[in-house]
Nanobody, 127 residues
Framework: QVQLVESGGGSVQAGGALRLSCAAS????????MGWFRQGSGKERELVAG????????YYADPVKGRFTLSRSSAKNTLDLQMNSLKPEDTAMYYC????????????????????WGQGTQVTVSS
């Protein structure tokens, strides 16, 4: 059974930085989708960044490109999200997600590839 545990959320002023960490257990394959989603108040959950560990193929949503960076440790089975130059609109609950590869093209940008979820960690950015 896949379990994902997030840590590292908190409150920061605009322009600041936070680092989120996701520890995965129960993942038996070396090739897996792992990523971060977020859901702001009154908004739909959106994929922020994701990676296919088998080929280190990464995806970043346009609003976070150049500001957020994924960092993967295969030894620890963790996926970190370094968030720099944070903006108030980045305020949301952030969820770690993971999923097994499926037949077809490798697409870390596709939300349907992520089937397992962590409990979430809150990020609040004040102006």
């Amino acid at each position: 059974q896949v379990q994902l545990v997030e840590s590292g959320g908190g409150s920061v002023q605009a322009g600041g930085a936070l680092r989120l960490s996701c520890a995965a257990s129960g993942v038996t394959s070396s090739s897996y989708y792992m990523g971060w989603f977020r859901q702001g108040s009154g908004k739909e959950r959106e994929l922020v960044a994701g990676i296919f560990t088998g080929g280190c193929i990464a995806y970043y949503a346009d609003p976070v490109k150049g500001r957020f960076t994924l960092s993967r440790s295969s030894a620890k089975n963790t996926l970190d999200l370094q968030m720099n130059s944070l903006k108030p609109e980045d305020t949301a609950m952030y969820y770690c997600a993971a999923g097994p590869p499926s037949f077809g093209p490798i697409e870390p940008s596709s939300a349907t590839n992520y089937q397992h979820w962590g409990q979430g960690t809150q990020v609040t950015v004040s102006s």
